[in-house]
T-cell receptor
Framework: KQEVTQIPAALSVPEGENLVLNCSFT??????LQWFRQDPGKGLTSLLL?????REQTSGRLNASLDKSSGRSTLYIAASQPGDSATYLC????????????FGSGTRLSIRP | NAGVTQTPKFQVLKTGQSMTLQCAQD?????MYWYRQDPGMGLRLIYY???????DKGEVPNGYNVSRLNKREFSLRLESAAPSQTSVYFC?????????????FGPGTRLTVL
């Protein structure tokens, strides 16, 4: 059974710092991995999606990497801003469970001005 | 292009009452999903529909039923609400696993069962 873990559960850093959020999964047979952002009381916004054949994806100040063999993904945020404060969730989609997606419980990020 | 829409945004029920949560997408996606989100537990899949005319159970299906009315609409029904079903419910859609399968989410329904 696929399990997705995100550590730490919460992170606070000063504005301007580069930071890395971690996601690990137990079954390396994944179809893709997706990173989402969730603001308080809101829905999820897709940030980046990495297909199983890819190693990384970039969008602006965000870079997501995928290492299937070790069951890990990282989300790198460059030059953090207070507007980056939110909860970040990763989710994996597996081949064996058609269309099912398993979420981690998220990392709550706070950027201090 | 509205994306994924959900109604209602908020709902308060008494134990034993029934209700249906509505979801619609205008992206011509094949797959649709219902999740619930509880504090500290991330999102858990309730039911999903890989394509029009099919539905399957997810991780926490007990107490819920679903209907894939057509390609656009996927509803979630609580027949007899219980306080344990107090949660935020999200609907999502994707083009399906044969393609990119990127998920897009609705704004959520906050349900309280008293």
């Amino acid at each position: 059974k696929q399990e997705v873990t995100q550590i730490p559960a919460a992170l606070s850093v000063p504005e301007g710092e580069n930071l890395v959020l971690n996601c690990s999964f137990t079954d390396s047979a994944i179809y893709n991995l997706q990173w989402f952002r969730q603001d308080p009381g809101k829905g999820l916004t897709s940030l980046l999606l990495i297909q199983s054949s890819q190693r990384e994806q970039t969008s602006g100040r965000l870079n997501a990497s995928l290492d299937k063999s070790s069951g890990r993904s990282t989300l790198y945020i460059a030059a953090s801003q207070p507007g980056d404060s939110a909860t970040y969730l990763c989710a994996v989609s597996g081949y064996s469970s058609a269309s099912k997606i398993i979420f981690g419980s998220g990392t709550r990020l706070s950027i201090r001005p | 292009n509205a994306g994924v829409t959900q109604t209602p945004k908020f709902q308060v029920l008494k134990t034993g009452q029934s209700m249906t949560l509505q979801c619609a997408q205008d992206m011509n996606h094949n797959s649709m999903y219902w999740y619930r989100q509880d504090p500290g537990m991330g999102l858990r899949l309730i039911y999903y529909s890989a394509s029009e005319g099919t539905t399957d159970k997810g991780e926490v299906p007990n107490g819920y039923n679903v209907s894939r009315l057509n390609k656009r609409e996927f509803s979630l029904r609580l027949e007899s609400a219980a306080p344990s079903q107090t949660s935020v419910y999200f609907c999502a859609s994707s083009d399906g696993q044969l393609k990119r399968n990127e998920q897009f989410f609705g704004p959520g329904t906050r349900l309280t069962v008293l």
